[in-house]
């Protein structure tokens, strides 16, 4: 069974760094695009970044500069390195691919990660 595995997640100080992963677990061939999400208590979901197949990048206006999104095919992995964070960075960061390719024959929609928890402390 195919599943996202989020990790990285944690406390940290403001002005800190923490690199988050998403990891696809199970035999598959590859994963399409990738987006990283995250919702704050009480707010709604925002996406944060956004990785094409090709390696195309697209991000929010409030991590521009200080958020990096970067995938390993090889290890059907999407990481997103967080620096200079903020407390309002804090929130559950949620890893989502509308496409993985299990087989040649087999595609699958629309997989989410479990989420992990992002707090950055003032």
């Known amino acids: 069974q195919v599943q996202l595995v989020e990790s990285g997640g944690g406390l940290v100080q403001s002005g800190g760094s923490l690199r988050l992963s998403c990891a696809a677990s199970g035999s598959i061939l590859s994963i399409g695009a990738v987006n990283w999400y995250r919702q704050a208590h009480g707010k709604e979901r925002e996406l944060v970044a956004a990785?094409?197949?090709?390696?195309?990048?697209n991000y929010a206006d409030s991590v521009k500069g200080r958020f990096t999104i970067s995938r390993d095919n090889a290890k059907n992995t999407v990481y997103l390195q967080m620096n200079s964070l903020k407390p309002e960075d804090t929130a559950v960061y949620y890893c989502?691919?509308?496409?993985?390719?299990?087989?040649?024959?087999?595609?699958?929609?629309?997989?989410w990660g479990q989420g992990t928890q992002v707090t950055v402390s003032s």
């Open positions: 989502n691919a509308p496409e993985i390719v299990i087989t040649r024959m087999m595609h699958a929609y629309n997989y």
């Open positions: 990785i094409s197949s090709s390696g195309s990048t």
